[in-house]
């Protein structure tokens, strides 16, 4: 691809035999709402329409353990019904597989700080910046970086974290309080930057404000030692 921030008919094919199930749908759903009159579809504005899906559908599930045909049924727009198609009482999707082990009390510190800190803020497009006063805030200063993805080789050189191999998008929606998980980057927009947060328990995560956990694509995730 040439990295215009555009997708070309080819470039779409390619994108989505890459997908499969419900995402494939999403995604080429998303491409027929994002498509411009020269015929190309707008990088950005297609990934904001399936991350929007996202939180709606995310937003679904009243009981916190997948969404149920019911509430699937209650879901407006084609793209999140997609994501949550055959979706019942949280028994679809994939099993989880990375060891989360035991949260300490700097977590739950952290927690605290970036749960002040989003309210404070209240702001969009400012995630980096959101995590960072907020680690600050819990004594756990990690220098100021610009771009999100950036965090991941920072806090995994840093001896005050350990790393959360092997997670699930399921597990990473229900971290516990104080788990800090990063995104990486994609093309257009403020995209590239990726995304941060630090997870606040109950399906909520915390940057410059509060919302619940929606998936951006590959993560890592990591936590306070002690």
Known sequence: MN????LSAA????????????????VREAYKQARMRSGFVSVSKARGLVNLALSRALAADGNRNGVSATERARLSGPIARALTRGAT????????????G??????????????????????RGWCARG???A???AGLYVSPLPSA??????LSGDSRFREIHGLSKAQLTKLPPGAIAVFEG????RSKHGHIFVSLGNGLEASDHIQRIATHGRFRVFVPKG
């Open 3 to 6: 990295r215009d921030g555009k």
């Open 11 to 26: 470039e779409q094919r390619r994108a989505t035999n890459a997908l499969t199930g419900a995402n494939d749908v999403a």
């Open 89 to 100: 009482g949280g028994t679809t999707g994939p099993k989880p597989t990375g060891n989360i």
């Open 102 to 123: 035991t949260f300490g009390p700097k977590a739950k510190r952290l927690a605290e700080a970036a749960r002040r800190q989003a309210r404070l803020m209240n702001t």
């Open 131 to 133: 995590v960072n006063r």
């Open 135 to 137: 680690l600050r805030a």
């Open 149 to 154: 993805y950036m965090y991941a080789k920072k």
């Open 186 to 189: 994609y093309t257009g927009g």
